[in-house]
T-cell receptor, first 110, second 113 residues
Framework: QKEVEQNSGPLSVPEGAIASLNCTYS??????FFWYRQYSGKSPELIMS????GDKEDGRFTAQLNKASQYVSLLIRDSQPSDSATYLC??????????FGQGTRLTINP | EAEVAQSPRYKITEKSQAVAFWCDPI?????LYWYRQILGQGPELLVQ????????DSQLPKDRFSAERLKGVDSTLKIQPAELGDSAMYLC???????????FGQGTRLTVV
């Protein structure tokens, strides 16, 4: 079992709709969870961090964490073409090792 | 704005040659990460430092890769000898401490021919 799993996609969403990205992790002691956005040929850019159960909102982005289910999600409201990118889930597990999922490729269709 | 600096941005090297990458983390960041990212995949952790100590290097191919962070600030990742399969993006990231937000440099695109 991979430490961090994401659906690789591609996920296609119409402009203005809500994009929903999901991530599961295997290490129950994980404490810190992050979402990164990566444009083609560029390095990952941090967009959200979440440390406790529940929802965290920042502009059009909402991160959701459920530690009991070992599940993290990212919602993007009012999706824009500029949101088209690969979204990476990252988890800090044992010994603070920062592990990434394989990424979900998101395409927003005008 | 504080940034993670990496050099070079691009590197083309011949198989069996040595190659080195440099990373300067954000000032005050104790944790430094080196990742390798193959096209279409997520970043794979090669080595993680806390100050000058290695926290994890379980995925570092130690027969050809080495990494150091001698004074607990900047870091060098070396490959010797390079193989065709080493062609990838090499990413450096830093965080204030393990478990906090990590920020990436621009990466080094390595092509081995």
């Amino acid at each position: 079992q991979k430490e961090v799993e994401q659906n690789s996609g591609p996920l296609s969403v119409p402009e203005g709709a809500i994009a929903s990205l999901n991530c599961t992790y295997s290490d129950r002691v994980s404490q810190s969870f992050f979402w990164y956005r990566q444009y083609s040929g560029k390095s990952p850019e941090l967009i959200m961090s979440i440390y406790s159960n529940g929802d965290k909102e920042d502009g059009r982005f909402t991160a959701q964490l459920n530690k009991a289910s070992q599940y993290v999600s990212l919602l993007i409201r009012d999706s824009q073409p500029s949101d088209s990118a690969t979204y990476l889930c990252a988890v800090n597990g044992a010994a603070q090792k920062l592990v990434f999922g394989q990424g979900t490729r998101l395409t927003i269709n005008p | 704005e504080a940034e993670v600096a990496q050099s070079p941005r691009y590197k083309i090297t011949e198989k069996s040659q040595a190659v080195a990458f440099w990373c300067d983390p954000i000032s005050g960041h104790a944790t430094l990460y080196w990742y390798r990212q193959i096209l279409g995949q997520g970043p794979e952790l090669l080595v993680q430092f806390q100050d000058e100590s290695v926290v994890d290097d379980s995925q570092l191919p130690k027969d050809r890769f080495s990494a150091e962070r001698l004074k607990g600030v900047d870091s060098t990742l070396k490959i010797q000898p390079a193989e065709l399969g080493d062609s990838a993006m090499y990413l450096c990231a830093s965080s204030f401490n393990g478990g906090t937000e990590a920020f990436f440099g621009q990466g080094t695109r390595l092509t081995v021919v």
